[in-house]
C-alpha cells in the first residue's frame, strides 16, 4: 500500500495568486518548529559556550542550522507529498513495529525534557515579579492546558509561537545592542576552530539544536496547516527562514554572553544567570528585558515539545495525529502535566531521567532521521518533490553527525 501523493495541478494564475499572499500568512510551521526547538537548554549552552569560549564556536551554530534547515525542509516536502501523515507511511512502508518506534520514542524524549521547559518559564516570571517559580510553572501550565482546548488549537498555537519568537527576537536584539560586540570577533567565529576542553559542549549544543523530533513534526504542522503543492516554494521558503531565526537568536545570546560573561570569567549554569548579570551594567530593566525573551524561549518549547510527544505518539498507536482529536489532546496534556509535576517536585530534571532520554535517543534520533530520508526518496510517495543529489548529501552528513552522537551516548552513558 503506498501514500496517496497530494499532487493537483497548478496553473500559472494559482502560483501568482499563491505569490499574492501576505507573507506573514505564510509563515507558521518552520516558526513552531524553530520556537520548540530554540527552549532554555539550547539557551544555556549557548550562554555557557560565549561564557567560556568568547565567540569561537558560532562556526558550530552555523554548521547544525545547516543540518537543521536540510531535514525540515525535506520534512516540509513530506508533509507537502503525501495526504498522511509520516508516521502512518512509515507504517505503509515498514510496518507497525517501525511507526510504534518513531511514536513512543518521541513522546519520551519530549516528556523527559519537558520539565527544564517548565521550570525555565517558571524562573523567567519569578525573576520579574517575585513571586514564587512554583506558583508561575503551575499558572503557566495551566495556561498552556487552557489554550490546548480552545477552538482551532492550531491557529492559536502559530500565533503564540510566531509571537513568542517575535518577543525573543526584539528582547535578544536590544540585548545584542546594549552589549556593543566587537563585530570583527563575530566574523572570526565563523572560522573552525576546537578549543582545548570545548568537545564535550560542542556535542551538547549540536544535540540540542539538531532535533531530528523536531525537523520530523514538520510534516504534521504542514498537514495542519493545509498547504498544498501550491505553496511548494513559498513553503521551503518559510522553512529556512523559520530555521534560520533559531540560529539566530541562539547566535546573539553566545555573542552576548561572549561580550558580558567572558571579561568577566563568569560561567553560567543556566541562562537565567547571564539575565541577571546584566543588571549591574545596564539597570533592572535589562535584566527584565532579558527574562522576558528567556519566558518566549521556555513557554514555546513548553507547548511544542507537548505538542510534538502527544501527537506523535498518539500516530504511532493508531489514534491520529490532528490537533482537533480528544486523545492527541489527552496525550498533550500528559506530557505537560508530566513535566510541571517533575519542575515542582525534584527543581530540575533528574540526572537519571536525562540519561533515560539520552539513551532513547541513540536508538530513534538516528532511526527517524534514515526513516526520512528513505521517504524523501521515494519515487512513488514524493513524486516531484523527490530528494535531488545535493540534498542527499548533505542529508548523509547529517546522518553521521546523529550517528556519532549516538555513539557518543553510548561510550558516556554505558562504558564510562
Same mark, same amino acid.
Given at each position: 500500500?503506498?501514500?496517496?501523493?497530494? &499532487?493537483?495541478?497548478?496553473?500559472?494564475?494559482?502560483?501568482?495568486?499563491?505569490?499574492?499572499?501576505?507573507?506573514?500568512?505564510?509563515?507558521?510551521?518552520?516558526?513552531?518548529?524553530? +520556537?520548540?526547538?530554540?527552549?532554555?537548554?539550547?539557551?544555556?549552552?549557548?550562554?555557557?559556550?560565549?561564557?567560556?569560549?568568547?565567540? &569561537?564556536?558560532?562556526?558550530?551554530?552555523?554548521?547544525?542550522?545547516?543540518?537543521?534547515?536540510?531535514? @525540515?525542509?525535506?520534512?516540509?516536502?513530506?508533509?507537502?507529498?503525501?495526504?498522511?501523515?509520516?508516521? &502512518?507511511?512509515?507504517?505503509?512502508?515498514?510496518?507497525?513495529? +517501525?511507526?510504534?518506534?518513531?511514536?513512543?520514542?518521541?513522546?519520551?524524549?519530549?516528556?523527559?525534557? &519537558?520539565?527544564?521547559?517548565?521550570?525555565?518559564?517558571?524562573? +523567567?516570571?519569578?525573576?520579574? @515579579?517575585?513571586?514564587?517559580? @512554583?506558583?508561575?510553572? @503551575?499558572?503557566?501550565?495551566?495556561?498552556?492546558?487552557?489554550?490546548?482546548?480552545?477552538?482551532?488549537?492550531?491557529?492559536?498555537?502559530?500565533?503564540?509561537?510566531?509571537?513568542?519568537?517575535?518577543?525573543?527576537?526584539?528582547?535578544?536584539?536590544?540585548?545584542?545592542?546594549?552589549?556593543?560586540?566587537?563585530?570583527?570577533?563575530?566574523?572570526?567565529?565563523f572560522v573552525p576552530i576546537i578549543p582545548d576542553g570545548s568537545l564535550p559542549l560542542i556535542i551538547a549544543l549540536t544535540a540540542t539544536s539538531f532535533s531530528i523530533v523536531g525537523a520530523a513534526y514538520q510534516s504534521y504542522l504542514v498537514q495542519e496547516k493545509g498547504w498544498t503543492l501550491q505553496q511548494n516554494s513559498s513553503s521551503i521558503k518559510e522553512t529556512y527562514w523559520g530555521i534560520f531565526i533559531l540560529g539566530f537568536i541562539s547566535m546573539m545570546i553566545m555573542i552576548c554572553a561572549a561580550a558580558i560573561l567572558k571579561p568577566q570569567s563568569i560561567v553560567v549554569n543556566s541562562v537565567s544567570e547571564m539575565g541577571l548579570a546584566l543588571e549591574p551594567l545596564y539597570g533592572n530593566w535589562a535584566t527584565i528585558l532579558f527574562m522576558v525573551g528567556l519566558f518566549g524561549a521556555s513557554f514555546s518549547s513548553q507547548m511544542g515539545n507537548a505538542t510534538i510527544g502527544g501527537s506523535m505518539l498518539a500516530d504511532g498507536l493508531g489514534l491520529g495525529s490532528k490537533l482537533s482529536s480528544k486523545a492527541v489532546k489527552g496525550l498533550i496534556l500528559l506530557v505537560m502535566a508530566f513535566g510541571s509535576l517533575i519542575g515542582i517536585i525534584f527543581g530540575a530534571a533528574p540526572i537519571n531521567m536525562i540519561i533515560f532520554a539520552q539513551a532513547i535517543t541513540i536508538v530513534i534520533v538516528p532511526f527517524i532521521a534514515i526513516a526520512l530520508l528513505v521517504v524523501a526518496n521515494d519515487e512513488k510517495i514524493m513524486g516531484s518533490l523527490k530528494n535531488t543529489l545535493w540534498k542527499n548529501i548533505f542529508g548523509i552528513a547529517g546522518l553521521i553527525v546523529l550517528i556519532l552522537l549516538a555513539v557518543n551516548n553510548v561510550i558516556n552513558i554505558f562504558l564510562k
Open positions: 500500500m503506498e501514500s496517496g501523493i497530494n &499532487q493537483s495541478p497548478v496553473t500559472p494564475g494559482q502560483e501568482a495568486g499563491v505569490k499574492k499572499k501576505n507573507f506573514l500568512s505564510l509563515l507558521g510551521p518552520a516558526f513552531i518548529t524553530s +520556537a520548540l526547538v530554540l527552549g532554555p537548554g539550547s539557551l544555556t549552552l549557548s550562554s555557557k559556550i560565549g561564557a567560556i569560549y568568547g565567540m &569561537q564556536l558560532i562556526w558550530v551554530l552555523a554548521v547544525v542550522v545547516f543540518f537543521m534547515m536540510i531535514y @525540515t525542509e525535506m520534512s516540509t516536502r513530506i508533509g507537502l507529498a503525501t495526504k498522511e501523515s509520516f508516521i &502512518q507511511v512509515m507504517k505503509n512502508k515498514w510496518g507497525k513495529p +517501525a511507526s510504534l518506534l518513531i511514536g513512543l520514542g518521541a513522546f519520551l524524549v519530549t516528556a523527559s525534557f &519537558q520539565a527544564g521547559n517548565a521550570l525555565g518559564s517558571g524562573l +523567567a516570571i519569578s525573576t520579574i @515579579t517575585g513571586f514564587s517559580s @512554583t506558583f508561575w510553572i @503551575t499558572a503557566i501550565t495551566l495556561l498552556g492546558m487552557a489554550l490546548l482546548f480552545a477552538k482551532n488549537f492550531y491557529k492559536i498555537l502559530e500565533k503564540l509561537m510566531l509571537g513568542l519568537v517575535l518577543v525573543m527576537l526584539v528582547s535578544f536584539v536590544i540585548t545584542l545592542i546594549l552589549t556593543k560586540p566587537s563585530i570583527t570577533e563575530i566574523f572570526s567565529g
